[in-house]
């Protein structure tokens, strides 16, 4: 940060390696379109080695893009530290809270996960090889060295770090065990980060630059159910923008205080709007959205030890379950 100006850093990993800069941010800054990202760049607010880029640059994995913001004034940060999962020379994971953001943004920089382990970990520079939604608590990884991300973010890519979620939804989920196999993509309207099912992909993936259509496939576990709502074990075999929520929406389960795929996203306007009453956080279900990223098997990036980290269930979830009557299975809620 200088001067008036946050400088807001995203990375390049492997799947971003040789895009063009604005298309690698319309990827990375989910409420804004191309155009807006081109106006950034325009305006000479996105730097890439040092200095103010036009958009047909292209970036290279281990890069790192530079976004200025004006300085905004913002609450005082909630969290003096994180809760540490797991810490070596080459790996750390905590526990993300429900009310913290990964990265900053143009509107939040000291209530989110970069900032809080900045101050945590004073002079170490720490790289997010994953990101979990703001209002999902749980497991999250970040390497302590740009070899170490590098091999991360390529596991994550190849499908090779498994991941598991718990999910408290609303309705009965259908069946016993199900596997999702449905593509997803913007929906186009007027949230610009509502993600939707897109059964319209010709040949499975692309509509064009600015409407990617990816793969998407998630298997889900029915645990518990009263038929007013139920608890499911998620493991997302493609890891999409919102991959979870968007699926059990489609099959009619929405994730219990999800705002933003709720019917047509009405909470979520409503929120922005700062409109949001406790009737309607009633009517959801829940005060936030009741996901949860509980464990990641993976091999260690020195050596390939397995490794299995998890973090426990946060209070409101386990209330959550508890008002609803759902027994959550001890394994499933320590990661064990």
């Known amino acids: ?12 990993h492997l799947e971003h390696a040789g895009m063009r800069v604005d298309a690698f941010l319309a990827a990375r800054l989910h ?12 305006e000479g607010r996105v730097l890439l080695r040092g200095r103010a880029v036009k958009p047909a640059a292209r970036v290279a994995q281990g890069e790192t893009v530079l976004v200025r913001y004006p300085r905004r004034r913002e609450e005082p940060a909630r969290y003096a530290s994180l809760p540490v999962i797991h810490r070596d020379a080459e790996l750390l994971a905590v526990a993300k809270p429900a009310d913290l953001i990964c990265h ?45 991300a590098r ?10 770090v498994r991941k598991e979620y718990l999910a408290l939804c609303a309705g009965r989920f259908p069946l016993p065990r199900l596997r999702v196999e449905l593509p997803l993509g913007r929906e186009g309207g007027d949230i610009k980060v509502r993600q939707t099912v897109r059964l319209d992909a010709a040949d ?3 509509l064009g630059d600015d409407e990617p259509i990816q793969e998407a496939v998630t298997e889900f576990e029915r645990l518990e159910t009263d038929g007013r709502a139920s608890l499911v074990l998620a493991r997302p075999k493609t890891g999409r923008l919102h991959q979870i929520r968007v699926h059990l929406a489609a099959l009619g389960c929405p994730v219990l205080g999800d705002k933003l795929y709720t019917g047509e996203g009405e909470g979520y306007l409503k929120a922005v709007r700062k409109e949001l009453v406790a009737e309607d956080l009633r009517a959801l279900g829940a005060p936030r959205q009741m996901l949860h990223a509980f464990r990641l098997r993976l091999r260690h990036p020195a050596g390939g030890k397995e490794l299995t980290l998890s ?11 508890d008002s609803l009557g759902l027994r959550i299975p001890k394994g499933d809620s320590q990661g064990e």
């Open 1 to 12: 940060m200088s001067g008036e100006w946050t400088e807001v850093p995203f990375d390049v």
């Open 31 to 42: 409420r804004y379109s191309r155009m807006e990202v081109r106006r950034l760049v325009s």
């Open 104 to 148: 900053p943004t143009d509107r939040v920089v000291a209530n989110t996960v970069v900032s809080v382990l900045a101050a945590q970990f004073p002079g170490e520079r720490l790289h997010l090889v994953h990101r979990l939604d703001r209002e999902t608590s749980g497991t999250l990884l970040l390497a302590r060295s740009r070899e170490a």
């Open 151 to 160: 091999a991360l973010v390529e596991a994550f890519t190849r499908g090779e």
């Open 204 to 206: 499975g993936l692309e």
């Open 311 to 321: 973090a426990p269930l946060p209070d409101d979830f386990r209330a959550c379950a």
